[in-house]
């Protein structure tokens, strides 16, 4: 079977969240990788669960999303599509780790053309959270190592930081997301699995490689064609429950209440004039919207991070009045 993966820019964002949301409703197997410019704080190999996620927090509040790919399936293990998002980025603005952005480089990421036709991330958040708010049925999330991975989502749907405990981001991710596997943290279940790269695991499953690795399209159909096949053999190993809603890296089970309640809830408004969101009362969403306006807003945006802060609080960047959709 061919697969083409459909490259999503700033100008065909919409139609291919529709596209996007017709599919969902026949599979509802999401099967995501993100990429993301590196880590400015590198975890030492060993480091307890308290540094890991204290690090992942430091290193998503400071970054931005770059790509994410997004494969849809079903139970049967057909897949149906494969959307590579493309998101705006300016290495002359944005943080990033230099390695890493050579890495992606090597790997065909071009940004250059990200800098000019990338989505804007706001824009992205209220569309892929908005489709997500929708679904008509539950959706299980299928990433590899995905703590960075769920982590960007929630950052760049929700517009705020992730979290400061693991226990709350875990609670944040039990609202959201109905159902969530992590393949590496499934693969410890198969002999010599837990500590295997989703390349050499798929290698060792029979599994081919589609497209570019290191590209966010390629990995998220690699995650799902490795999934389908991962999920049979521990069938015979041990039951579903053994491996759902456990991430590899963290403890403990993710909570399931209160779950439909979209990937995280937005901020309660969004200033139009200028696109930066306002902090202050989360709504669920999809919410009602109607337009205010106020003269002189001070909104905090992402982009406009002042680094300087070592609690990376946001920086307050509008000069002049916007209006707002404010929920009702």
Not at 106 to 111: I, L, Q, S
């Amino acid at each position: 079977m061919g697969f083409h993966v459909r490259e999503v820019w700033n100008h065909n964002l919409a139609e291919e969240i529709s596209a996007m949301e017709d599919t969902l409703r026949d599979y509802p197997i999401v099967s995501v990788d993100a990429e993301f410019p590196g880590c400015l704080r590198p975890t030492r190999r060993h480091a307890g669960e308290e540094v890991r996620f204290a690090d992942m927090k430091h290193n998503v509040d400071s970054t931005d999303l770059i790509q994410l790919g997004v494969t849809l399936s079903n139970e049967k293990g057909t897949v149906a599509a494969i959307w590579q998002f493309n998101l705006e980025f300016d290495l002359d603005r944005d943080l990033h780790a230099k390695e890493s952005i050579r890495f992606l480089q090597a790997h065909g990421v071009d940004f250059a053309k990200l800098k000019v036709h990338g989505i804007e991330r706001i824009q992205f958040g209220a569309a892929f959270g908005g489709l997500i708010g929708r679904r008509s049925r539950p959706l299980t999330w299928v990433t590899f190592h995905g703590l960075y991975d769920l982590a960007h989502i929630v950052k760049v749907v929700g517009r705020r930081p992730i979290p400061d405990t693991a226990a709350d981001f875990g609670e944040m991710l039990g609202k959201g997301f109905d159902a969530v596997v992590d393949v590496k943290y499934a693969a410890r279940y198969l002999a010599g699995g837990g500590e295997v790269g989703l390349q050499r695991l798929a290698d060792e499953l029979g599994v081919k490689r589609r497209g570019e690795a290191h590209t966010a399209g390629s990995d998220s159909l690699l995650t799902a064609l490795v999934y389908s096949k991962l999920k049979k053999k521990v069938k015979h190993v041990v039951g579903q429950d053994c491996y759902v809603d456990f991430l590899y890296g963290i403890g403990g089970r993710i909570p399931r209440q209160s779950r439909r309640q979209g990937v995280v809830q937005p901020p309660s408004a969004v200033v139009v004039g200028c696109g930066h969101p306002v902090y202050h009362v989360a709504v669920p969403v999809p919410v009602n919207v109607v337009p205010v306006t106020y003269p002189h807003p001070d909104c905090y945006y992402y982009h406009h991070r002042d680094h300087r802060n070592d609690d990376t609080r946001l920086s307050a960047s509008c000069y002049g009045g916007g209006s707002y959709l404010a929920a009702v």
